[in-house]
C-alpha cells in the first residue's frame, strides 16, 4: 500500500479523509470490506471454513449491514492457527511478527507485509498528528520494545510524521528522567500506569517535572479513567490523550482522542470497521449503546481480520465532534469483559474503583484488587496507598471512607486495606489492576 500523503499544506495534520463526509466513508467502506472478505475467503482456510459453516460467500455482502451474516473471528481462532496460519499471504511475504505474551496457553502471533508496515506507519503518524504531535517534536516513547506492538508502533509513526524518536522503552525510571530532561521531549509515550510512576520518581528525585517543555500524553494499552487522565495532566503539566489498539488488528493507531476534544476515540473508518455487539447473544447493537466493540480491518494484507471479538466494552459516537473529523468515536474503554468482576452479583471494572480512590483525599493513585472467594461469594478487597502525610492511626478511617465511597458510587461491598507509601507494586508497562486468588 502506498504512504499517504500528509504534505499538503493546512491537510498536513487533518488529511481530506479524516473529514470525509460519512456517507462517503461508508460507500468507502463497502468496496474495502469487499475485498478483504474475498482476500480472506480465498487465502485463509480458517475463513474459508468459517464462512462454508455459516453458509456465506463475500458475494452475499450488498451492504455494510450484511457483514451481520459474517462470522466472528475470537482469540482462539489465532491460537488454534499458531503460528502462522492465519495468514493470507505466503510466510515470505510476511516482514514482521508481533505476539501478545497471554497470561495462558499459547500467545497469539500477528503478521504484516511491508504493505502493512507503511500502514501503521501512516495511521500511528495521523493518531500522533491528532493528538497534537507535529514534525520537529521529540517524542519520548516509553512504551516496550519487541513483541509487544506498542513500541515498535509509536516509534515507526514518530518517524513518518518527521518527529525525533527518544527510542527508550520501559523501565529504567531514573534514565527515562534523566532523558526527559535533557532531551526536552513535547511528548510522552507510555502507558498511563507507567507515566504516573514516572512523575513519582521525579518527584523522589526532587525533579520538576512540571517545568519540563512536555507537554502532551500519549497514553493507552490499559484502561484509565478520567480521574487517573486529571492527575497525569496535574503531575506532569501536560494535556494526555487516550490511544486505543490491539495487535490483532494492528497495534496502536486504530484510534485516538483528538487534542481539541479529547472526549472519545476517533476511529479511523477508512481502515476499520467498528461495531458494538451484545456481548451475550453476539447481536448488533445500534450506535449510542454499550457493549463489546468488534472490528474488522478493510485494509491490511498479511492478516485480515473479520469481526473480531475484541472484549473491549465501549460505545459508539457519530456525532460531529469539534475538531471536524468525521471519523466515528469510540468512547473510553471501560474494560475488557474478561476483566469484568462480579461481586455479590454486581458487575466491576477496576477503572470504575479507580474514579472512586482517586477523587479521594489522602490516598495515593496506586491500587490492587484482591479477590478471594469465601464459600459460595467472591469478596473484593481494595489495596490502597497513603499519602505521606497520614498517620497510621489514620488508616482506619480512610479504609471505612473507601469502602463507602465504593459501596455508594458503585454499589459494590468490599474490605479496604490501607498500606503504606510504596507497598503497592508499580507499572512498568501494563498495569496489574487485580490479584485472583480464587484458585488458591
Ligand atoms: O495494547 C496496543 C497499544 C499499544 C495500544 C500502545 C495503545 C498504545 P495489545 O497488547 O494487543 O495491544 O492489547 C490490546 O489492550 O484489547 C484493550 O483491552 C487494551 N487497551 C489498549 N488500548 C486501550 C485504551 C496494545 N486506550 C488490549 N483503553 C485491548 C483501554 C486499552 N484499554
Known amino acids: 500500500m502506498r504512504s499517504e500523503s500528509t504534505a499538503s499544506d493546512g491537510e498536513m495534520f487533518q488529511p481530506v479523509t479524516e473529514t470525509l463526509a460519512r456517507s462517503r466513508l461508508k460507500e468507502l467502506q463497502l468496496e474495502r470490506l469487499l475485498q478483504t472478505l474475498r482476500h480472506a475467503g480465498s487465502n485463509v482456510a480458517h475463513y474459508q471454513a468459517a464462512f462454508s459453516a455459516a453458509g456465506v460467500t463475500p458475494d452475499d455482502l450488498h451492504c455494510l449491514e450484511d457483514l451481520a451474516k459474517f462470522p466472528f473471528t475470537v482469540k482462539d481462532n489465532l491460537r488454534d492457527a499458531y503460528p502462522f496460519n492465519m495468514f493470507a499471504v505466503p510466510r515470505e511475504q510476511v516482514v514482521r511478527v508481533h505476539a501478545s505474551s497471554g497470561t495462558t496457553g499459547k500467545p497469539t502471533v500477528v503478521g504484516y507485509t511491508q504493505g502493512d508496515i507503511d500502514l501503521w506507519a501512516d495511521l500511528m503518524a495521523r493518531t500522533l498528528a491528532c493528538m497534537g ?19 515498535l508502533g509509536a516509534h515507526y509513526g514518530a518517524e513518518r510524521l518527521g518527529a525525533t524518536v527518544v527510542p527508550m522503552s520501559g523501565g529504567n525510571t531514573e534514565k527515562q528522567i534523566v532523558l526527559l530532561q535533557d532531551f526536552g521531549a513535547r511528548a510522552l509515550c507510555a502507558t498511563p500506569s507507567y507515566a504516573l510512576n514516572i512523575a513519582e520518581v521525579a518527584e523522589q528525585e526532587g525533579v520538576d517535572i512540571r517545568a519540563l517543555p512536555l507537554s502532551i500524553g500519549v497514553f493507552g494499552a490499559e484502561p484509565w479513567s478520567d480521574a487517573m487522565r486529571a492527575e497525569l495532566d496535574e503531575r506532569l503539566a501536560i494535556e494526555s490523550a487516550d490511544i486505543y489498539g490491539l495487535s490483532e488488528i494492528l ?32 447481536e448488533p447493537e445500534p450506535v449510542g449503546e454499550s457493549g463489546e466493540l468488534v472490528i474488522t480491518t478493510l485494509t491490511k494484507q498479511a492478516l485480515p481480520m473479520i469481526r473480531y471479538r475484541t472484549r473491549d466494552i465501549t460505545y459508539l459516537n457519530d456525532e460531529p465532534c469539534a475538531c471536524g473529523r468525521t471519523h466515528t468515536r469510540i468512547m473510553r474503554v471501560t474494560g475488557r469483559d474478561d476483566d469484568m468482576l462480579i461481586i455479590r452479583g454486581l458487575n466491576v471494572y477496576p477503572s470504575q474503583v479507580e474514579s472512586v480512590l482517586l477523587g479521594l483525599p489522602g490516598i495515593a493513585p496506586y491500587y490492587q484488587l484482591v479477590i478471594r472467594r469465601k464459600g459460595a461469594l467472591d469478596t473484593m478487597t481494595v489495596e490502597i496507598e497513603t499519602l505521606p502525610d497520614k498517620a497510621e492511626s489514620e488508616y482506619p478511617q480512610l479504609a471505612k471512607d473507601v469502602t463507602h465511597h465504593i459501596k455508594s458510587m458503585i454499589g459494590v461491598s468490599c474490605t479496604a486495606e490501607v498500606k503504606r507509601p510504596g507497598q503497592v507494586p508499580r507499572s512498568q508497562g501494563k498495569a496489574v489492576r487485580v490479584r485472583d486468588l480464587r484458585d488458591q
Open 133 to 151: 504531535v507535529r514534525p520537529g517534536d521529540i517524542v519520548h516513547n516509553a512504551y516496550g520494545y519487541g513483541l509487544f506492538t506498542g513500541g
Open 251 to 282: 497495534g496502536p493507531g486504530v484510534a485516538a482522542e483528538c487534542s481539541q476534544a479529547r472526549n472519545g476515540l476517533h476511529g479511523w473508518e477508512d481502515h476499520f470497521l467498528f461495531e458494538i455487539v451484545d456481548p451475550e447473544t453476539g
